[in-house]
DNA sequence: AGGTATGTTAATTG
DNA sequence: GCAATTAACATACC
């Protein structure tokens, strides 16, 4: 469930348990996945190498290696990180699993193949190739108001990797539930203190959603979250929790405090 | 069996 | 040029 909380807690988990060890064998199980770049290559260019430091941006993961080339994960709807002994407890659908000298292995799960792993030669320009906006929880509020543009309604916009990097469906709903507003809403009808309010609830859901290691299980009982697909009564107000397409994804909402 | 799913992108339409 | 909509990608679940 990759959204920017979840590969902040991933690339979290890959510091702590592949960072400076010696890459003995790689293995692709399907090409698919690969962007840009063949098997062999990939191949020839992890092994024998190490995985030195990492770096998120929005939902990409860049990893540098020791040839100060960077290996990136990016992580479509169904991708994880599993850390596990070789021989031992080896997960399905591991698109690229490494093993290291010590009898470790790291997979990039994927199993609906919607991610995507490459290698880039710098990730500042990787990400501008890509037209990505300012990851999320770097932005100050003035940033935040510029990238939010002029037209459009504001769960699209919130969405739009061109514009804040990071944002997904399950936590834009969430932002949006918390700062009441209407996930339709036209961000140029948006006042000055809703904008406000919208900048803070982001950093806030963002930041906590981190600290409870983007479980979903883990979040405050006052989020929309633990309510999420269903049509019961609004944690915070007396509404009845509903929901609508807005650019072909389910905005779930509370039709009552989430104003238009 | 058919609809849905946490992501992105291309094609199309307004 | 922008924004909205839809299909496509591949697979599991209800």
Redesign the pocket.
Known sequence: ???LP?VEIYKRYLDATSLHQKIRKVEVT?E?ILEGVSRERLISELEGHKMMSSLRH???LFVRLDSDRWLLF?????GDLSFFAENKDRP??GRLVLTFTSGYCLACIS?????KIALADDPHDYMGE??LGPDALSLDSKGFEKAL?????IK??L????RI?G??????DEILFQAGLHP?K?VQLLTDDEKKVLYRQLKYILETAIERKAD?GKMPETWLLPY??REVKCPSCKGTLT?L??????AWYCPLHQKM
């Open positions: 469930m990759p959204e979840d399907n698919k929005g939902k990409y990016h992580f479509g709807m169904t399905e659908y199993r609906r193949l919607l991610g890509k037209g543009g002029r037209r459009g309604m699209s916009l969405l739009n990797q061109k990097a944002i997904g469906n399950v936590y834009a339709q036209e979903p999420r697909g929901h397409k807005v650019g072909g994804r389910t």
